[in-house]
């Protein structure tokens, strides 16, 4: 199995940029494809980004499509999310999964980190 752990998030001001790590110990990081999900208070945890094993594969939701970019580092054990032009509707709960296949489906995911809390203020 492998480990989890997110870091990176932070309070920020609407139009600023946050980036957060995600890094990975246990079995082979470069076995298994990444996503991003999120959840703010009182709503579902929905999906933000995923990439593949090789980074060749990345799917990003409608919402954040041009403003957040997902990345890996097999060498370091890390995936990355850099967020850009935050907005208030981007305050969640930043979590990060893995799994063998990539995906953009929350329950395909078998492996979850303990989540890190973005803010975003007006």
């Known amino acids: 199995q492998v480990q989890l752990v997110e870091s990176g998030g932070g309070l920020v001001q609407a139009g600023g940029s946050l980036r957060l790590s995600c890094a990975a110990s246990?079995?082979?990081?470069?076995?298994?494809?990444m996503g991003w999900f999120r959840q703010a208070p009182g709503k579902e945890r929905d999906f933000v980004a995923a990439?593949?094993?090789?980074?060749?594969?990345?799917y990003y939701a409608d919402s954040v499509k041009g403003r957040f970019t997902i990345s890996r580092d097999n060498a370091k054990n890390t995936v990355y999310l850099q967020m850009n032009s935050l907005k208030p509707e981007d305050t969640a709960v930043y979590y990060c999964?893995?799994?063998?296949?990539?995906?953009?489906?929350?329950?395909?995911?078998?492996?979850w980190g303990q989540g890190t809390q973005v803010t975003v203020s007006l």
């Open positions: 999964a893995a799994d063998f296949h990539v995906s953009r489906l929350r329950n395909e995911y078998e492996y």
């Open positions: 246990g079995r082979t990081f470069s076995s298994y494809a």
């Open positions: 990439i593949s094993r090789n980074s060749g594969i990345t």
